[in-house]
């Protein structure tokens, strides 16, 4: 068996840590995590996209968290993302019936993810949103950006935080309509039309 010196830091082999993790992968994702509207609601909507790098590559293996109001602007308070059986411990799923307004996706193999959920209402003064957290390779901190819907612009330039950002940055923060209730958001990590992250404080 060979020895590494390991002395100094040019003579320690990288870990996973060292490359491309933390990997989210492993735990986090949950069945049916995309699906957040009840079945058959009549405001269902879906939201979908694709991951870019900062090479614009699409990344097969992030994960994002999604949360928004109902149609009524309110925010969910119901117990139902996650689920246990109370006997076992194993995981239920959702119900079906309540709208708990937070997804869990993880992108596919082509760096695409979707979601199904209701249209969120109005909060306050803001323009209709839906809140992202996004986990990624590479990232050690994760990121938080927002997906307004389209629809009236004077709502959105009259949104405290779209009124603040950039003219030619806002259409990152706002999603395309395509038609029956379908949005496309694609979320660019660096570079060339990244999109406008968020600090919380």
Not at 15 to 23: I, L
Not at 54 to 79: K, N, R, S
Request: glycine share 12%; with cysteine.
């Amino acid at each position: 068996m060979t020895k590494t010196d390991t002395s100094s830091p040019e003579n320690v082999p990288p870990t996973p840590s060292h490359t491309v993790g933390p990997f989210y992968g492993y735990a986090l994702p949950f069945r049916g995590g995309e699906d957040i509207a009840p079945a058959g609601h009549p405001d269902t909507i879906t939201v979908h996209g694709y991951v870019y790098d900062g090479e614009g590559e699409p990344l097969p293996d992030a994960l994002l968290e999604v949360w928004g109001p109902d149609p009524a602007g309110e925010l969910p308070t119901v117990d139902g993302s996650m689920r246990r059986d109370p006997a076992s411990g194993g995981f239920l799923g959702r119900n079906g019936v309540e709208f708990t307004g937070f997804g869990r996706i993880q992108t596919d193999a082509n760096g695409h993810w979707y979601a199904r959920t209701l249209r969120p209402g109005a909060r306050g003064n803001s323009a209709p949103y839906v809140s992202v957290c996004v986990f990624a390779r590479g990232l050690l901190v994760h990121l938080f950006t927002r997906i307004y819907l389209p629809g009236d612009e004077a709502v959105l330039a009259a949104d405290p935080l779209l009124s603040r950002v950039a003219a030619e940055r806002r259409d990152t923060l706002v999603a395309a309509d395509e038609g029956n209730g379908t949005y496309r958001f694609d979320i660019r990590l660096q570079g060339e039309g990244e999109t406008v992250f968020l600090e919380f404080q």
